[in-house]
Structure formats: structure tokens, C-alpha cells
T-cell receptor, first 116, second 109 residues
């Protein structure tokens, strides 16, 4: 089956620093990837849609200058949390849509970010 | 607006059957998904319904009625490992997933 990886799986950083999270589709091409954030005991919240070769589309209320998304190839999208603050601590999950199938969407294992 | 409703929490007994309901109102419809999510982990795909009716996959079945904007996930022969949150999501006309808040299922021995 389709596999999506995320790196790192967890990270602790100091307030004010930046953190980059990678999302890779390992055995399929993904023109579209999605970045989600999930706070404890809450559902997934879509942050942005990442399209290969073009600018990401951000959801309302998500700061594009704070959460930088780059989708440079058909198998890799990155999310950089810039100038992280403790309130950015969350579980970040990416998913990738198989280019050949409209409805198939596969999730990465998630990255737990803790900002101290 | 777009809305997905599902119960916040349900409790069931090991070996029993439980049905988790989901109702939706979305801009367009390109299918309904059920995902399972254990605490601290990413969601895993359970089922996809785009046509009315029942889809059976082992102990799990999913039902869809598009005219009623309604779906349910049926879990049979419950096992302790089924304790998790179950997320209902609808793909809208833009192929974006609209997520419900999830139903936390607690299985008791």
C-alpha cells in the first residue's frame, strides 16, 4: 500500500527557533499534500494544501509567513514553523493524495512538536 | 456552511456491536471516509463510501445514504484494541476533506 513518511517523528525546540518537518510519499507521486494540526482531544484541523510547483493554499486564520510550506517535488513537501512559540506545540500530520486517484489520501505518522 | 456531526464519546462492551453515526452538510459530495485514530498516532483509513449502501470489510462495515446526509460505521465483535477515536470525513466538491470532531470509543471488558 501507499506509504507516507514524516521526519522527525518528534522534536523539542526553544521558543524563537524554527523547525522544519518533512513529508514524503515513498511509493507514489503526490501532486497535492495536506498539512494538518491536531491539539489534544481535538479533531484534525487543516492548515494548508500544498501543490507541487506552486504556492500553498492556506486556511483562514493560518499565518503563511509563520508556517512556510514548500512542495518542491512530487514526493516531498516541507512545513517550516518559524519563530516557534509554546502555543505552536501540537501534533502536525501530513497527508498525500495519489496523483492518479482523486479520493485516495494517505497519512503520515505525524510529528509531535514541543516548544519550550 | 459545512458541518459534520458525530457523537463525542461512546462506550461498548468487548465482544459486542457498536454503531457510530455521522451526519453531514457539505458543499458537494465526493465520498465519505471513516478513519481510526489511536491516541498519539495519525489516522488510519478504514472505509470509503461514495454510493448508497453498505460496504463490509471484515469486522467493520460502513453505510451511506446520500439523500439523508447520513453514514454509520458498524463495528462487530469488539476487541479492546478497537478503543480509539473514529473520525468521519466528507470530501467536498473541491476534493477537500471536511472532518468531524471524532467519536471516542471506549471498550470495556
Amino acid at each position: 500500500g501507499a506509504v507516507v513518511s514524516q521526519h522527525p517523528s518528534w522534536v523539542i525546540c526553544k521558543s524563537g527557533t524554527s523547525v522544519k518537518i518533512e513529508c514524503r510519499s515513498l511509493d507514489f507521486q503526490a501532486t497535492t499534500m495536506f498539512w494538518y494540526r491536531q491539539f489534544p482531544k481535538q479533531s484534525l484541523m487543516l492548515m494548508a494544501t500544498s501543490n507541487e510547483g506552486s504556492k500553498a493554499t492556506y486556511e483562514q486564520g493560518v499565518e503563511k509567513d509563520k508556517f512556510l510550506i514548500n512542495h518542491a517535488s512530487l514526493t516531498l513537501s516541507t512545513l517550516t514553523v518559524t519563530s516557534a512559540h509554546p502555543e505552536d506545540s501540537s501534533f502536525y500530520i501530513c497527508s498525500a493524495r495519489d496523483s492518479g486517484l482523486d479520493h485516495e489520501q494517505y497519512f503520515g505518522p505525524g510529528t509531535r512538536l514541543t516548544v519550550t | 456552511g459545512q458541518n459534520i456531526d458525530q457523537p463525542t464519546e461512546m462506550t461498548a462492551t468487548e465482544g459486542a456491536i457498536v454503531q457510530i453515526n455521522c451526519t453531514y452538510q457539505t458543499s458537494g459530495f465526493n465520498g465519505l471516509f471513516w478513519y481510526q485514530q489511536h491516541a498519539g498516532e495519525a489516522p488510519t483509513f478504514l472505509s470509503y463510501n461514495v454510493l448508497d449502501g453498505l460496504e463490509e470489510k471484515g469486522r467493520f462495515s460502513s453505510f451511506l445514504s446520500r439523500s439523508k446526509g447520513y453514514s454509520y460505521l458498524l463495528l462487530k465483535e469488539l476487541q479492546m484494541k478497537d478503543s480509539a477515536s473514529y473520525l468521519c470525513a466528507v470530501m467536498d466538491s473541491n476534493y477537500q476533506l471536511i472532518w468531524g470532531a471524532g467519536t471516542k470509543l471506549i471498550i470495556k471488558p
